[in-house]
Every structure is written in structure tokens, then in C-alpha cells.
């Protein structure tokens, strides 16, 4: 099992910034087994949709609706927590939705989710 823990939600004026950060934390083995991770977001209703993703060697993926304005990183130096973070610039209003942190392992294959934190941009 892997736990996803998310932090750094809140409200912010159009412009403005945050950092959301995620922790996945389980046993060794299963931590070494994910291979990507990223967020998501659902505005009300919205489908659920990407916002970025990275993978354990780095690479990055994101929508092209926050691309310039929003960057993903990992930090891998421990064994049993992968932190994952959403550097969120130039927020719009547009942006606000609940933002879920989310953990693929490749073997197997299955999807991990958070329980969400709500980002909210004013304008």
C-alpha cells in the first residue's frame, strides 16, 4: 500500500502563488515500485483532469493550460517517502479546483490517489 498525503491548498488573489506538496510514504518495496507521480484536478463539475506529472527520473508532463506558469519536481532521497511538489504561479480563477496528488506503480500497474486539497483563486 502507498499513502498519499497532501498539504498547501488554501486561497489565494488571481496572480498570486502556491506550493502544494505530497508526500507518498508505504514499505520499501512498494515505494521503489512507483514510477510516476503528479497531480490532478476537478473543478466542480469537471471531470477530473491532469495538471502534471513526473516520473522518477524526472520527466515532466503538463497540461497545456498551466504550462509556463506551473512546475513539478520530486525529491527521492529517501527510501519509504517520495515528496512530490506543484510550484503554482500566476494563479488564475480558473485554477481553482480540488487538486489530487497521484502515485502510479508499475508493477503492478494501479493507481494511488489522495484525499485532496482545495486551491482556490480569487479574482
Known amino acids: 500500500q502507498v499513502q498519499l498525503v497532501e498539504s498547501g491548498g488554501g486561497l489565494v488573489q488571481a496572480g498570486g502563488s502556491l506550493r502544494l506538496s505530497c508526500a507518498a510514504s508505504?514499505?520499501?518495496?512498494?515505494?521503489?515500485?512507483?514510477?510516476?507521480m503528479g497531480w490532478y484536478r476537478q473543478a466542480p463539475g469537471k471531470q477530473r483532469e491532469l495538471v502534471a506529472t513526473?516520473?522518477?527520473?524526472?520527466?515532466?508532463?503538463?497540461?497545456d493550460s498551466v504550462k509556463g506558469r506551473f512546475t513539478v519536481s520530486n525529491d527521492n532521497a529517501k527510501n519509504t517517502v517520495l515528496l512530490v511538489y506543484l510550484q503554482m504561479n500566476a494563479l488564475k480563477p480558473e485554477d481553482t479546483a480540488v487538486y489530487y496528488c497521484?502515485?502510479?506503480?508499475?508493477?503492478?500497474?494501479?493507481?494511488?490517489w489522495g484525499s485532496g486539497t482545495q486551491v482556490t483563486v480569487s479574482s
Open positions: 497521484n502515485a502510479v506503480t508499475i508493477f503492478p500497474r494501479y493507481d494511488y
Open positions: 513526473i516520473t522518477r527520473g524526472g520527466q515532466t508532463d503538463y497540461a
Open positions: 508505504g514499505t520499501i518495496f512498494r515505494i521503489n515500485t512507483i514510477g510516476t
